[in-house]
């Protein structure tokens, strides 16, 4: 309606329950959302598509260099678990990761990124690619799948699953002979521009809607994790037998 305000405050009087405070917070993302997502209208496609062309690549930079902790390392510091009880751990680690990811969003102002991709939600994308990625990464040692080669075209076949959301098929050599080409990067700028619209509400000054995107990071993150799991567990090596 013209001259509303989203924002304007509404009047004092009780809160009836939890469902006010969602209905709220929608809101104050369905407004932000509309904001954003105006700018980036304005800032043009061109624009747009060389910052998710710039995020891309930088996933692609960071991993090989995400540590990945092998099986003997992961069941040293977690003794007594068994693959199940350790992937757990690992996804309960990684959820809470991601969920935090934003407190360190300043220093997204040292990526170099366009305009039209601001740097806030950059290294948002880029923080919660990198624990998602070592979460892939150690899901496969767990299950006993570790794919061949040296940590390179390993940390490439990571980055393909973490893209197609699948475990590492390692009897199928297209799966792990992973070259960066024009399908690969296709598809892992695809990923990133659904995660970008995903996660427009935390662009807010002072982090308004930081709350909403921890919610959405785990469930997210949550979500990828039980992909993996459920193709890796077809495929599963038993410890004894590696």
Same mark, same amino acid.
């Given at each position: 309606?013209?001259?509303?305000?989203?924002?304007?405050?509404?009047?004092?009087?009780?809160?009836?329950?939890?469902?006010?405070? @969602?209905?709220?917070?929608?809101?104050?993302?369905?407004?932000?959302?509309?904001?954003?997502?105006?700018?980036?209208?304005?800032?043009?496609?061109?624009?747009?598509?060389?910052?998710? /062309?710039?995020?891309?690549?930088?996933?692609?930079?960071?991993?090989?260099?995400?540590r990945?902790? #092998?099986?003997? @390392?992961?069941?040293?510091?977690?003794p007594?678990?068994?693959?199940?009880?350790?992937?757990?751990?690992?996804?309960?680690?990684?959820?809470?990761?991601?969920? &935090?990811?934003?407190a360190?969003?300043?220093?997204?102002?040292?990526?170099?990124?366009?305009?039209?991709?601001?740097?806030?939600?950059?290294?948002?994308?880029?923080?919660?690619?990198?624990?998602e990625?070592?979460?892939?990464?150690?899901?496969?040692?767990?299950?006993?799948?570790?794919?061949?080669?040296?940590?390179?075209?390993?940390?490439?076949?990571?980055?393909?699953?973490?893209?197609?959301?699948?475990?590492?098929?390692? /009897?199928?050599?297209?799966?792990?002979?992973?070259?960066?080409?024009?399908?690969?990067?296709?598809?892992?700028?695809?990923?990133?521009?659904?995660? /970008?619209?995903?996660?427009?509400?935390?662009? &807010?000054?002072?982090?308004?809607?930081?709350?909403?995107?921890?919610?959405?990071?785990?469930?997210? @993150?949550?979500?990828?994790? #039980?992909?993996?799991?459920?193709?890796?567990r077809?495929?599963q090596?038993?410890?004894?037998?590696?």
């Open positions: 309606m013209a001259g509303s305000n989203p924002f304007r405050k509404r009047p004092a009087g009780p809160v009836p329950g939890a469902a006010a405070d @969602t209905h709220a917070e929608r809101g104050r993302r369905a407004s932000l959302a509309a904001g954003v997502g105006r700018g980036l209208v304005r800032a043009g496609k061109r624009g747009m598509g060389a910052g998710l /062309t710039a995020v891309a690549d930088r996933i692609i930079a960071i991993a090989p260099r995400v990945v902790r #092998d099986l003997a @390392t992961l069941r040293r510091q977690f007594g678990l068994g693959p199940e009880e350790l992937a757990d751990k690992l996804v309960a680690g990684a959820m809470y990761g991601t969920s &935090t990811v934003g360190g969003v300043g220093a997204a102002a040292m990526l170099p990124v366009p305009p039209a991709m601001p740097a806030e939600l950059a290294a948002e994308i880029t923080g919660v690619a990198a624990v990625l070592k979460l892939i990464a150690e899901l496969h040692e767990v299950y006993g799948l570790r794919p061949p080669g040296n940590a390179r075209q390993r940390a490439m076949a990571y980055v393909r699953a973490w893209a197609d959301e699948r475990g590492i098929d390692v /009897t199928v050599p297209s799966t792990v002979n992973v070259a960066l080409g024009v399908q690969m990067r296709r598809e892992l700028r695809q990923r990133v521009l659904k995660r /970008t619209f995903r996660r427009l509400p935390s662009l &807010t000054p002072f982090m308004i809607g930081a709350s909403v995107g921890a919610v959405m990071n785990r469930r997210d @993150t949550k979500r990828l994790a #039980d992909k993996i799991r459920a193709d890796l077809g495929r090596v038993a410890w004894e037998e590696l």
